[in-house]
């Protein structure tokens, strides 16, 4: 058990619908980092967080956005989603920025129909 | 462009050793990660190298040489444990990880 906690777990849901998938970090941790994980791309750095603000941006599409809170949790929004949009979504945190290691949650698998 | 190659899938038996490489090319370096992810899984950290050199954790080394752009990861007495997706990652401008070689153990 990492410490990192992701809900739900699955998350089934039809084509342009919204979504969002939570994240509470480890306690302590600052950083909170998103990734998606699908079978033809491996996995993908979104977003990441450090104690509220944007630190960096990665692959993410403009339909997705996330934020972090002063609680230090993270949310995910997926709207006008995709079929390509089913995957594992991670959420991860460490305690500073990206040079330190990275604890994963165990995933939300979402499933666009 | 960035861009970062590890070999698809690797076999190797129980007891073994065995070597995955990681080659890279990317817009600024900061250090690179080794991850493993057991199926269905999460990652769980391996090692990060920022330095030149061979770092050693117990059965798992990683080397990372920043001049040719290149890593591996060193896998001694193979365990049926081991077989998993190993996943390259490097910290540089964005944090970009290789799509993962998938180990598989035999006894």
């Known amino acids: 058990d990492s410490g990192v906690t992701q809900t739900p777990k699955h998350l089934i849901t039809a084509t342009g619908q919204r979504v969002t998938l939570r994240c509470s970090p480890r306690?302590?941790?600052?950083?909170v980092y998103w990734y998606q994980q699908s079978l033809d791309q491996g996995l993908q750095f979104l977003i990441q967080?450090?104690?509220?603000?944007?630190?960096a941006k990665g692959n993410i599409l403009e339909r997705f956005s996330a934020q972090q809170f002063p609680d230090l949790h993270s949310e995910l929004n997926l709207s006008s989603l995709e079929l390509g949009d089913s995957a594992l979504y991670f959420c991860?945190?460490?305690?500073?920025?990206?040079?330190?290691?990275?604890?994963f949650g165990p995933g939300t698998r979402l499933t666009v129909l | 462009g960035q861009n970062i190659d590890q070999p698809t899938e690797m076999t190797a038996t129980e007891g073994a050793i065995v070597q995955i490489n990681c080659t890279y090319q990317?817009?600024?370096?900061?250090?690179l990660f080794w991850y493993q992810q057991h199926a269905g899984e999460a990652p769980t950290f391996l090692s990060y190298?920022?330095?030149?050199g061979l770092e050693e954790k117990g059965r798992f080394s990683s080397f990372l040489s920043r001049s040719k752009g290149y890593s591996y990861l060193l896998l001694k007495e193979l365990q049926m444990k081991d077989s998993a997706s190993y996943l390259c990652?490097?910290?540089?401008?964005?944090?970009?990880f290789g799509t993962g070689t998938r180990l598989q153990v035999f006894p």
């Open positions: 991860a945190s460490s305690n500073s920025g990206r040079d330190n290691e990275q604890f």
């Open positions: 306690s302590g941790d600052l950083s």
């Open positions: 967080y450090y104690n509220g603000e944007e630190r």
């Open positions: 990317t817009s600024g370096f900061n250090g």
């Open positions: 190298n920022v330095l030149d």
């Open positions: 990652a490097v910290n540089g401008d964005k944090l970009i």
